[in-house]
């Protein structure tokens, strides 16, 4: 071990390599069989009816909006603690992001903040299973099915978690996954979005590909936003080994929380006894009051000692500048094309207590016993050192 841990790390195995060179010999690098496969074992996997592979995640969360029938200036909620193209890809869309609050102990979307960002123009609620936690999906279904809204399940960070037994992706209308390299299982770049209404998923297959029915028609706004078969031939493999992945998280995760329980200013999260986490991350609250540094302080700190931590996310979507500022097409569109006054000046309390003091520790399968030892001396060492500043 030369005393660096990473946070997160692909992991390859010799079916993917397989895989790999079936398509580099076969020389049939477009969407075919292997994203064919990939699709069915997914849609199995999380239990729909469909699942529809595009070139990452963003691109599933713009293509579900187009497909459930997003028009300009149409709002979505979504939580101001996630990740920028939980937003970006509404605005991608033409349509306008509405900030909720946070669960103070879940940091998914609160959905009694929902009354509040209800309006004429609400189309969709957006819920983001963050760290790998379910958000609360009975309650915002409720709400959902109450004011005739769709629920788009953000569960980039999610693979294989599930909520009161159902897997993420099957709960709401569409569910939209991320492969990007960090994540739970990888395709290098790759994004699908699961639904069970067979209209809409004839809609993102359409939509994938050049709004094209046919060879020769464009029948609508389309995009070039297939999977290649290099990263279906990945990602058919990494399903197979996805719940042996998340187990390894979990157990990981459990010794890390175990090991570092007695820190009085690292704090981990809740975890709710209906769910499966899927432990994206092992997330911990720093009580930045009780260290006097403030979450970044100790990511640095931890980094220079070579512990690897995630620290996200550092600023409140409604203070990006994308938002902020409503640079949309450069132009204020599609804020422009909604009746309602979007201005960002938010401060959210939950969102604000929270913002810029989380972090995650290496938790990725592929730790070694050296290294996850390491993980706990160094928090233990760095315990001791900020404790007597
Ligand atoms: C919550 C969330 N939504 C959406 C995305 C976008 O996925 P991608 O990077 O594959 O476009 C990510 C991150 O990667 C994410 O973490």
């Known amino acids: 071990m030369d005393d660096h841990v990473d946070v997160a790390e692909p992991i390859i195995g010799d079916e993917e390599r397989e895989n790999l060179r079936n398509v580099l010999d076969s020389g049939r690098f477009l969407q075919g069989e292997f994203v064919e496969e990939f699709e069915k074992k997914w849609a199995n996997y999380v239990g729909t009816k469909n699942a529809v592979a595009v070139t990452n995640g963003t691109a599933a969360i713009q293509l579900s909006l187009k497909a459930l029938g997003l028009e300009p200036g149409d709002e979505v909620i979504v939580p101001s603690l996630t990740f920028g193209s939980t937003a970006t890809a509404v605005v991608h869309q033409a349509g306008v992001p509405v900030f909720a609050d946070i669960d103070r102990e879940l940091y998914t979307l609160d959905h009694t903040d929902l009354e509040r960002c209800l309006s004429d123009e609400t189309f969709a609620i957006m819920p983001v299973h963050l760290y790998g936690h379910p958000a609360e999906m009975d309650e915002i279904r409720a709400f959902a099915d109450e004011h005739d809204l769709y629920v788009i399940e953000d569960a980039a960070q999610a693979h294989g978690a599930s909520y009161k037994n159902d897997i993420v992706g099957s709960i709401g209308d569409v569910g939209c996954f991320s492969f990007y390299a960090t994540k739970n299982i990888t395709t290098g770049e790759g994004g699908i979005v699961t639904t069970d209404n067979d209209a809409v998923a004839e809609q993102l297959r359409m939509l994938r590909s050049h709004g094209m029915a046919n060879r020769d028609q464009h029948v609508t706004l389309g995009y070039n936003y297939r999977m290649s078969e290099l990263n279906g031939a990945i990602g058919t493999a990494q399903i197979d080994r ?3 992945f998340n187990e390894r998280r979990k157990e990981i995760s459990g010794r890390l929380l175990d090991a570092l329980d007695d820190l009085n200013w690292l704090q981990p999260a809740t975890v709710r006894d209906y769910v499966e986490h899927a432990y994206f991350w092992a997330p911990f609250e720093v009580q930045t009051e009780k260290i006097g540094m403030s979450g970044k302080e100790v990511w640095e700190n931890l980094r220079e000692q070579g512990v690897e931590t995630r620290h996200r996310y550092n600023d409140p979507l409604y203070d990006q500048p994308v938002f902020a500022r ?64």
């Open 326 to 389: 409503h640079r949309g097409f450069n132009s204020d569109f599609p804020w422009s094309a909604n009746p309602n006054d979007h201005d960002y000046d938010l401060s959210l309390p939950n969102v604000e207590a929270v913002v810029g003091s989380m972090i995650g520790l290496p938790n990725h399968p592929n730790l070694t016993e050296e290294e996850i030892q390491y993980v706990i001396e160094t928090v233990r060492e760095f315990d001791t050192v900020a404790q007597v500043r």
């Open 242 to 244: 996805l719940n042996r």
